[in-house]
Nanobody, 116 residues
Framework: QVQLVESGGGLVQPGGSLRLSCAAS????????MSWYRQAPGKERELVAS????????NFLDSVKGQFTISRDNAKNTVYLQMNSLKPEDTAVYFC?????????WGQGTQVTVSS
C-alpha cells in the first residue's frame, strides 16, 4: 500500500533552516509528481511546493518563492523540502502528498515550529 512518511520537522528560531524529507513506498515513485502542503492552526491546508516526476518542473506558493526549494531522489524514493530563512508564519504541520489514479495520498505530517 502507498505510504508516505515525513521527517525533519522541529523547533527552529526565526531565520533558521530545516530540511524535511518524505520517504515513499508502495508505488512507482519515479513516475509521479510529489507535493508538500502545510496546515497552520485554524487555517486551511495549502499547497507549498510541487515537483514533477523527473524533478524538472517545480512550483511554489508565492509566499515561499526564493525561500523554499523542493527536490527529489528517485533512487531513494524520497522528496525533500529545504526551508530557509524561516519565519513564525511558516509554523504549521507539513504534509507530503501524491495523487495516483485520481486518489490523493497523505503522510502523517511533521510539525514545524518557528519561534524564538
Amino acid at each position: 500500500q502507498v505510504q508516505l512518511v515525513e521527517s525533519g520537522g522541529g523547533l527552529v528560531q526565526p531565520g533558521g533552516s530545516l530540511r524535511l524529507s518524505c520517504a515513499a513506498s508502495g508505488f512507482t515513485f519515479s513516475i509521479y509528481a510529489m507535493s508538500w502542503y502545510r496546515q497552520a492552526p485554524g487555517k486551511e491546508r495549502e499547497l507549498v511546493a510541487s515537483i514533477s516526476s523527473d524533478g524538472g518542473i517545480t512550483n511554489f506558493l508565492d509566499s515561499v518563492k526564493g525561500q523554499f526549494t523542493i527536490s527529489r531522489d528517485n533512487a531513494k524514493n524520497t522528496v525533500y523540502l529545504q526551508m530557509n530563512s524561516l519565519k513564525p508564519e511558516d509554523t504549521a504541520v507539513y504534509f507530503c502528498s501524491t495523487k495516483i489514479w485520481r486518489r490523493t495520498y497523505w503522510g502523517q505530517g511533521t510539525q514545524v515550529t518557528v519561534s524564538s
